[in-house]
């Protein structure tokens, strides 16, 4: 059985930092392209970053880049993103997810697995 486990998540003000962790389990994790997603009260779920196989290759929404980093160690089956320089409006639920293919897609739909996400708070 497949389990991503999302942890660190947290209440942070305005311009701090924080690091969210994604725990995998139960899949091959170094064939799994990973993603991080968001979802916001009352808004869509969004795009978030997303990293390669190998961690070579990564991509990112528009709105993050230069402030959020994604990293993988597939040695450890984990996932982390990196945000620095936080804003209010990145408060959201932050969710994990992975998909054998190796597109770094920024759609939810092709991604197969989730977690159940963890909150992240940034207060103005």
């Known amino acids: ?18 690091r969210v962790s994604c725990a995998a389990s139960g ?3 170094s064939l799994a392209t990973m993603g991080w997603f968001r979802q916001a009260p ?6 978030v970053a997303a990293i390669s ?3 070579g290759s990564s991509n990112y929404a528009d709105s993050v880049k230069g ?3 994604i990293s993988r160690d597939n040695a450890k089956n984990t996932v ?7 804003k209010p ?9 992975a998909q054998w293919r190796r597109l770094l897609s920024i759609y939810g739909k092709d ?7 963890t909150q992240v708070t940034v207060s103005s």
């Open 1 to 18: 059985q497949v389990q991503l486990v999302e942890s660190g998540g947290g209440l942070v003000q305005a311009g701090e930092s924080l």
């Open 27 to 29: 899949l091959t994790f």
């Open 42 to 47: 009352g808004k869509e779920r969004e795009f």
């Open 53 to 55: 196989r190998s961690g």
């Open 67 to 69: 402030r959020f980093t």
């Open 80 to 86: 982390w993103l990196q945000m620095n320089s936080l």
């Open 89 to 97: 409006e990145d408060t959201a639920v932050y969710s994990c997810a």
């Open 111 to 117: 991604y197969d697995y989730w977690g159940q996400g």
